[in-house]
């Protein structure tokens, strides 16, 4: 089984979306798949209210409350979490994941407000975990923005990769909306949006060597 943690305290950098829309590449090639949602707006929880049965279904917890109780054969376990990160909670899975995933706005503003907490969130990580796997999803963006290199150049400061780039799209609005992902949409119209998540399913799942 491995464990995603989707983390960064800067609302709307697309946590939620990229959380979700991960479970549904999983869902999609039949991976026993868990979502746990300890943000107290739920959103993730309130977009698998909205997922149609006819879609593979994807266990949800709210992660706040109770306990979490994966089916025993699930594969993957997906964990969406809040602004706030300095719970018990999330200090409980930082030490535990076996993947953190920071997604990040690269607008300027954005990333002088990410900056410190991208750094702060890593040094943590590789504080209390030596075996997760850190990496930076730029996202609403393209290669060629200024402020991608910028993102760039602060990323290989810090020596972590930069392992994806999600462009704007309105197939994210219409997916949250309906309670599916993009790869569950028709083809035609996500083909360029599933190309991007490529190299980032890539390095979540690549096989790395134990050290
Ligand atoms: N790549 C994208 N293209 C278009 N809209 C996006 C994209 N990523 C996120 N969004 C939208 O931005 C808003 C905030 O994203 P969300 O994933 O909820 O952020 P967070 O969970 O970090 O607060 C949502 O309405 C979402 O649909
Ligand atoms: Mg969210």
Same mark, same amino acid.
């Given at each position: 089984?491995?464990? *995603?943690?989707?983390?960064?305290?800067? $609302?709307?950098? $697309?946590?939620?979306?990229? &959380?979700?829309?991960?479970? /549904?590449?999983?869902?999609?090639?039949? /991976?026993? /798949?868990?979502?746990?949602?300890?943000?107290?707006?739920?959103?993730?929880?309130?977009?698998?209210?909205?997922?149609?049965?006819?879609?593979?279904? %994807?266990? $949800?917890?709210? @992660?706040?409350?109770?306990?979490?109780?994966?089916?025993?054969? /699930?594969?993957?376990?997906?964990?969406?979490?809040?602004?706030?990160?300095?719970?018990?909670?999330?200090?409980?899975? *930082?030490?535990?994941?076996?993947?953190?995933?920071?997604?990040?706005?690269?607008?300027?503003?954005?990333?002088?407000?990410?900056?410190?907490?991208?750094?702060?969130?890593?040094?943590?990580?590789?504080? #209390?975990?030596?075996?997760?796997?850190?990496?930076?999803?730029?996202?609403? =963006?393209?290669?060629?923005?200024?402020?991608?290199?910028?993102?760039?150049?602060?990323?290989?400061?810090?020596?972590?990769?930069?392992?994806?780039?999600?462009?704007?799209?309105? #197939?994210? *609005?219409? &997916?949250?909306?309906? @309670?599916? $992902?993009?790869?569950?949409?028709?083809?035609?119209?996500?083909?360029?949006?599933?190309?991007?998540?490529?190299?980032?399913?890539?390095? %979540?799942?690549?096989?790395? =060597?134990?050290?």
């Amino acid at each position: 089984m491995r464990s *995603i943690l989707v983390v960064n305290p800067k $609302g709307g950098c $697309g946590k939620t979306t990229i &959380a979700t829309n991960l479970a /549904t590449y999983y869902a999609v090639w039949n /991976t026993s /798949t868990v979502l746990v949602d300890l943000d107290p707006q739920q959103s993730s929880m309130e977009w698998l209210r909205v997922r149609p049965d006819s879609e593979v279904a %994807i266990q $949800g917890f709210n @992660g706040l409350h109770g306990k979490i109780y994966p089916k025993p054969d /699930t594969q993957r376990i997906i964990y969406d979490v809040p602004a706030r990160t300095d719970s018990a909670k999330v200090a409980r899975l *930082i030490k535990l994941v076996d993947v953190v995933i920071i997604p990040v706005l690269p607008s300027a503003l954005d990333i002088r407000v990410s900056a410190s907490f991208v750094a702060d969130i890593v040094s943590r990580i590789r504080a #209390n975990n030596a075996k997760a796997i850190v990496g930076v999803v730029a996202n609403r =963006t393209h290669r060629h923005y200024n402020s991608y290199q910028v993102l760039e150049k602060f990323l290989n400061s810090l020596d972590i990769p930069f392992v994806g780039t999600l462009r704007n799209s309105q #197939n994210y *609005i219409k &997916a949250a909306d309906t @309670g599916v $992902g993009i790869f569950e949409m028709p083809i035609g119209q996500v083909k360029q949006d599933m190309e991007e998540w490529k190299p980032i399913i890539h390095w %979540i799942e690549k096989k790395r =060597t134990p050290e």
